[in-house]
Structure formats: structure tokens, C-alpha cells
């Protein structure tokens, strides 16, 4: 009974601690070296460092009136045949308050809902210039290799709308790494008009 006991307690212990949590402060500063270039979006709207074997795409948003404009980049898939990605998006505000505190408890309340998210840590945050908001969430379905996303949300200085910088990664073994590259990228974000 006590041998089972003591399996049961050391399985218990492995299992926990293989389900770690690294916090958006932690990525933001966890160490990672890439090579990246310079993207600036067509406009001149914003620009930003991006991984250099990346594949970045300015999306279409004409049939959607919230996007206003925005790129994905995503990496290639890795050995286990998984993707990175990151988005920005220049989108209208969701809140009728028009104030970047109430967008963010907007998209609070929005992945609340979500029963497939769990909110893992957010608030403001000084990761940007400018003001700024982030919810760092991942799914909780249990499976390996799940998505981790950081979404940070700062306002436009052109205009009453608000940047979307979003990364998602697997849940794998090299999630800190590369949710730290993500961060080291969005980062760099910067509005020019």
C-alpha cells in the first residue's frame, strides 16, 4: 500500500510540474537570438522587426467593418510539424466608451466567455511606447501543444482606434523560446503616422 502510495505521489509531483507557467514578463525578457528584417506596412501606418524566414502577408479586410487593416506572420513548421504566428490589426473600437481601459475590459469580459480559454495573467503594462494593455490566455483542453497568445492592445495616435499585436504559439518544449522571439518583435511595433 505505502509502495503505491509513494508511485502515486512521485507521478503527481512529475505531472505538475511539467504543466509550468511562464508569465508575459518573463517571455518579454527571456533570452533568444534571430535574425530578423524590417517590415513596414504599405501606408507607412506602422512598421516592425519580424523573424527574416518568416512569411508575413498584409490581409484583405474588405468584407469585415471592424478590421481595419493588419498582417500575419507566420513561421514555418517546426519538427513536429507546428506553426507560430503573429498579427497586427488596426481595428475599430468594440466598447462605446472609446478608451483604451474599456477595450481591454471589453476583450476581458469577450474571453471570459470562452469556455475552450483560460485567462492565465493581463493588465497594463509598460511593454509598448505607448500605453498599453496585455491578456496572455491559453487553451485548456489539455492536449499537448495547445496555444499560449498574448494579445497587446494600445491605441492609435492617428485616429479613435486601437492596435490588435497578437502571438500565438504550441505549447511545446520550445514555447518559451519562441513566444520570447515573438515578444522581442512586437516589441519593436511602431506607429509612424
Known amino acids: 500500500m505505502t509502495k503505491r502510495i509513494f508511485i502515486f505521489t512521485i507521478f503527481s509531483i512529475l505531472f505538475s510540474c511539467s504543466e509550468k507557467y511562464v508569465s508575459f514578463e518573463n517571455y518579454a525578457t527571456y533570452p533568444v537570438k534571430f535574425a530578423k528584417k524590417k517590415f513596414v506596412y504599405p501606408n507607412n501606418e506602422f512598421e516592425i522587426m519580424l523573424p527574416l524566414n518568416w512569411e508575413t502577408k498584409i490581409e484583405n479586410y474588405e468584407d469585415n467593418d471592424e478590421i481595419i487593416l493588419g498582417i500575419d506572420a507566420v513561421s514555418k513548421p517546426d519538427n513536429e510539424n507546428f506553426i507560430n504566428a503573429m498579427s497586427i490589426q488596426k ?77 500565438g504559439a504550441s505549447r511545446t518544449k520550445e514555447l518559451d523560446k519562441n513566444m520570447s522571439m515573438m515578444l522581442n518583435c512586437l516589441k519593436t511595433f511602431k506607429q509612424n503616422n
Open 91 to 167: 481595428m475599430k473600437p468594440f466598447s462605446s466608451k472609446k478608451d483604451l481601459k474599456s477595450e481591454y475590459d471589453y476583450l476581458i469580459e469577450k474571453l471570459n466567455q470562452k469556455a475552450s480559454l483560460e485567462i492565465v495573467d493581463s493588465g497594463k503594462t509598460d511593454f509598448l511606447a505607448n500605453e498599453a494593455y496585455f491578456i496572455h490566455s491559453k487553451s485548456n483542453s489539455g492536449n499537448y501543444a495547445e496555444l499560449e497568445m498574448i494579445i497587446i492592445i494600445t491605441k492609435s495616435k492617428s485616429d479613435n482606434n486601437y492596435f490588435y499585436l497578437n502571438a
